[in-house]
């Protein structure tokens, strides 16, 4: 996947507002075919990244560049080959499924017999001729998906499409976007800030906190080898830390609560950790060698949902 050149790419990507970064110095290669979860708490940058990829706001800072192009024929190039949906997908209210994407169908030059062909495929035929103000949370994210594909593009950017859905729905649209990419080949870029619902579907995730992608991860890899750490209950977790600090390598330590400590490392005998802890004094009535799930790694680097 690696030595293809990316379809898109991010270069010292940024977007400041007044004095604040929203989005800062991001660096993002999508390759084609692979679904990239793009993962972030409530004000990561998600939406701006997006908004800049599709020229909706100038970035500060960086380039864009998509399938290997730069900005000149970009526009030309973002119409014809992105379909987006971006926060909630707005519509005309007042007008069926079947009108509101005709407009669109007009506006790309596409083939109107694409329109019932999409919302079969989105499973909304039977819905195509209400008007949409009284469809449901879950009808007009999927009405959204069935316009980002009316034109039949090569990328597909999605900015939280399970927003509001409940797990059924949100397992229908993850249905539809491996569906998309086994029969269409198409590369998508998906946000949200569930971790589950992106750990379910995405190749790869790149984790985006405080307008900065802070870590990447392939989830083949992560299930593999996911980080290792060492789970103790101790009297003392600081000043375990401390002395387990002047013997072993320690890449970052974690204190859970006032007796748990995680101890983040390459520990080939766990049990020698336990036995210095032991001979050291302390009283250790829990120990653990556990792997990290995407769960509470997204976590430890994030610092978690709440700000
Ligand atoms: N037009 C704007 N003017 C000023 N600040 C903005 C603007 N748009 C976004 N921001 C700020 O930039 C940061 C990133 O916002 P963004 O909408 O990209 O986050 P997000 O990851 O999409 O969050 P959410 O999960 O809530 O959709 C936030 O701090 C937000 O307040
Ligand atoms: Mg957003």
Same mark, same amino acid.
């Given at each position: 996947m690696k030595s293809e050149l990316p379809i898109l790419k991010l270069t010292n990507l940024g977007k400041k507002y007044a004095n604040h970064w929203?989005? *800062?110095n991001l660096n993002l290669n999508l390759y084609q075919g692979e679904i990239y979860g793009f993962l972030g708490r409530n004000g990561a940058g998600k939406t701006t990244t997006i908004r800049m990829i599709m020229d909706l706001i100038k970035p500060t800072t960086g380039t864009i560049q998509l399938f290997g192009q730069t900005d000149i024929v970009r526009k030309e190039m973002r119409l014809r080959q992105i379909g987006a949906t971006i926060e909630y997908p707005g519509f005309y209210?007042?007008?069926t499924a079947r009108e509101n994407l005709y407009y669109n169908a007009k506006m790309f030059e596409?083939?109107?017999?694409r329109i019932d062909e999409t919302l079969e495929f989105m499973g909304l035929q039977k819905a195509?001729? *209400?008007?949409?103000? $009284?469809?449901?949370l879950g009808m007009k994210q999927r009405l959204g998906l069935a316009r980002a594909l009316l034109h039949q593009p090569k990328l597909l950017i999605l900015d939280e499409?399970?927003? $509001?859905?409940?797990p059924s729905g949100i397992k229908e649209i993850r249905e539809l976007i491996q569906q998309l990419r086994t029969e269409f080949h198409i590369t998508v870029l998906v946000s949200s800030h569930i971790l589950s619902e992106i750990e379910q579907l995405a190749d790869r995730v790149g984790m985006i906190h405080q307008g900065m992608l802070t870590k990447e991860i392939v989830l083949a890899d992560l299930q593999q080898h996911g980080k290792q750490y060492i789970e103790i209950k101790v009297n003392n977790p600081q000043s375990a830390i401390q002395t387990l600090a002047h013997s072993y390598r320690l890449h970052d330590t974690k204190i859970?609560?006032?007796?748990t400590v995680h101890l983040f490392g390459t520990f080939h005998q766990p049990a020698e950790i336990n036995r210095h802890l032991h001979q050291a004094g302390f009283d250790v009535s829990h120990f653990t060698l556990r792997r990290e799930s995407l769960e509470d790694h997204f976590l430890r680097i994030t610092g978690g949902f709440e700000s």
């Amino acid at each position: 996947m690696k030595s293809e050149l990316p379809i898109l790419k991010l270069t010292n990507l940024g977007k400041k507002y007044a004095n604040h970064w929203a989005v *800062r110095n991001l660096n993002l290669n999508l390759y084609q075919g692979e679904i990239y979860g793009f993962l972030g708490r409530n004000g990561a940058g998600k939406t701006t990244t997006i908004r800049m990829i599709m020229d909706l706001i100038k970035p500060t800072t960086g380039t864009i560049q998509l399938f290997g192009q730069t900005d000149i024929v970009r526009k030309e190039m973002r119409l014809r080959q992105i379909g987006a949906t971006i926060e909630y997908p707005g519509f005309y209210p007042n007008l069926t499924a079947r009108e509101n994407l005709y407009y669109n169908a007009k506006m790309f030059e596409v083939d109107v017999a694409r329109i019932d062909e999409t919302l079969e495929f989105m499973g909304l035929q039977k819905a195509a001729n *209400r008007v949409v103000k $009284g469809y449901s949370l879950g009808m007009k994210q999927r009405l959204g998906l069935a316009r980002a594909l009316l034109h039949q593009p090569k990328l597909l950017i999605l900015d939280e499409p399970t927003n $509001g859905l409940d797990p059924s729905g949100i397992k229908e649209i993850r249905e539809l976007i491996q569906q998309l990419r086994t029969e269409f080949h198409i590369t998508v870029l998906v946000s949200s800030h569930i971790l589950s619902e992106i750990e379910q579907l995405a190749d790869r995730v790149g984790m985006i906190h405080q307008g900065m992608l802070t870590k990447e991860i392939v989830l083949a890899d992560l299930q593999q080898h996911g980080k290792q750490y060492i789970e103790i209950k101790v009297n003392n977790p600081q000043s375990a830390i401390q002395t387990l600090a002047h013997s072993y390598r320690l890449h970052d330590t974690k204190i859970i609560d006032e007796q748990t400590v995680h101890l983040f490392g390459t520990f080939h005998q766990p049990a020698e950790i336990n036995r210095h802890l032991h001979q050291a004094g302390f009283d250790v009535s829990h120990f653990t060698l556990r792997r990290e799930s995407l769960e509470d790694h997204f976590l430890r680097i994030t610092g978690g949902f709440e700000s």
